[in-house]
């Protein structure tokens, strides 16, 4: 059923477009791949209009998950007879190049105790995947509850839905799509080297090799030596993008951005090199899904399709394929689309954000970050340099495209601070560069047939032994708060604290017998919460997100800079909780419980001392009601319209 699941939902909803359009220049393979790169936007826009409607999650995930069947006929139609498909020994060496990235992935998973579900931000997306599942429309922020949730959000929709269709929590439902779009990546990287510049396979496979583990090797190699992995930081710059495949060891959406932004390469350079009939609309689609899914690489497909069509229009490179009027104006009315979209996307999204994320870089920072470029993309360029530069000179369309979108993103790396995710330009620049590398390394070395094969596993399997050195050296790309991981159960979809956890029993109390709008209220926890208690957080529950597991990032600096939330609303809350669960005043109290009375939610308190002066006061003037209770716990519940309706805030009023 899980594989069945998985299939389903990675196939079908993107199909409609990828085969629903009448692409016929494209092949059946591309064109599936293409599809399961949109599926992640097409579910999420189907969730939100279900939900829109009145659904709750578990009736549309159940709509989604039958509605989009029908889509499976398409691909049917389309695609080859089984008979003509053969093991070709290019086939065998995609094959070997593919296993020796996954292994790469799993490798770590297997072998270093709590890296797969903990890994960086994992229980932070699992809050956000869980959001969903809940009564708003979109998702509420996990831990500031009632603000609107200020992160690319969408994409997270995928693991909603098939977690709860296989009954696997996110924790596990990441890795398995992690995997999944390694593959599509893969193939869509392979036809944007193959098809998209028309080198020869073994090229191909070698600029995939490039792509996912070529970024970076200059403070790989340097850092290797010097044993450390923060020497000379200024100079070889971010561990977070050494290598490419890294991005697919941890609990994020960048996958789905990156399966996205290869495509879209792909389809522009296809549409440099033939004409294709439909490609204003497929080029609509991968962009506009882009700038929803992952809305900091938005900006490089624009510069992929907005280069493109100066292409068209200045006729600067020769021998491109004819489009008419008509297909150019729809080609800037979709990119248009898209922008629009994208705009209005990042305005509901950002509603409740005060602080500009979008900076330009200090003098300093600048210099730092050209060393940065110069350290993770020169030996890619140096190798790109002789094809790069004698096709740049016959202005070759697809080479030019490349090039100046590569540089581009180099610039708005230097130039742009966006609280220390501009790093993804450089992933960005990657995938322009490798397929340009590869071409300068066949074109000078490979010229021998036996050689060349050999060279195109080779080179990739040094770079990965090299970059895997790395990691099990000196801790690169591991979190070092792993020692802090709680005993977890990953048996159904809602993931659980394991029965000797001694928050346990009380987070299944939350989960399971409140409702699902309920707030939760919680102080100095030494976990992160959020996950196994499926309800929003008043403030987050944990003094120092930077040593939680799975959370690996100061608490203030995710919600006051990433998300930019208003501080004032921070600093309230904290003082809030901090009456809550240190006064024994009954004014101060009184003031307290109005202000949770407010929010017009049920909420939830948690006290770890079952003598609190607040729980004492609680009894005494008999508000809310005992939810649970041990040796250690209480969590005392209150809904405001049952109280209303009880006339207690009346009495409370009174005595004051």
Sequence with gaps: MTILIFSLMTLLPGAWLAFGLPLGELSWKVRLALGAALSPAILGLQLLALKFGGLSFNQAALVILIGNLPALILILRRLPSWKTLHWSPTFLAGGALLLMLIGYIVIPWATIQNYRPFAWHALWHTDIVYSLTRTTIAPEEPELAGLTLDYG???????????????????ITYAISNLIWLLIAFLLAYELIRRGLGLQSSAAYLGVGLLFLGTNMTGVILWLLAHDMYRWQFYLGDIRYTPFLSKYLGFETMPFGFALTIGLALICLLGLRQPIKWLPGILTSLLTALGLIYPILFPIGCLLTGGMLLLFVTKLAPNLPAYTRRQLLWMGVGIGFSIASFIGFMLFVTQDRTESMVHLSTRHEMLAKSFHVLSALAPLGLVALPYTLKYLWQRQGPVLLLTATAL??????????LAALEYKYILGATIMLAPLSAAGLDQLFFQKRR???????????????????LMYQTGAQLPDNRVNAPAINEQAFWLQLAPSEPDAAWTTAVRTETPLDTILVTNNSQIHLGPFVARALYLPSDRSGQ?????????????????GYPQTLYAQRQQTTATLYDSSDKDQLATVLYTFIALDRPVAFHFADPKAGALLWLRQIGVGKQLFADNKNVVWLIDPKIEIAKNSLNKISQQR
């Design 153 to 171: 959000w969408l994409g997270h929709a995928y693991w909603a839905i098939v977690g709860w269709g296989s009954n696997l929590p996110p924790t």
């Design 408 to 417: 581009g993103l180099m610039a708005m790396y230097v130039i742009f601070d």
């Design 451 to 469: 050689l060349r094969w050999a060279w195109t596993l080779a080179i990739p399997l040094a770079l990965a032994v090299m970059n895997q050195a």
């Design 547 to 563: 040593d939680t597991t799975g959370y690996s990032v100061d608490n203030r600096f995710n919600l006051l800079e990433w998300r």
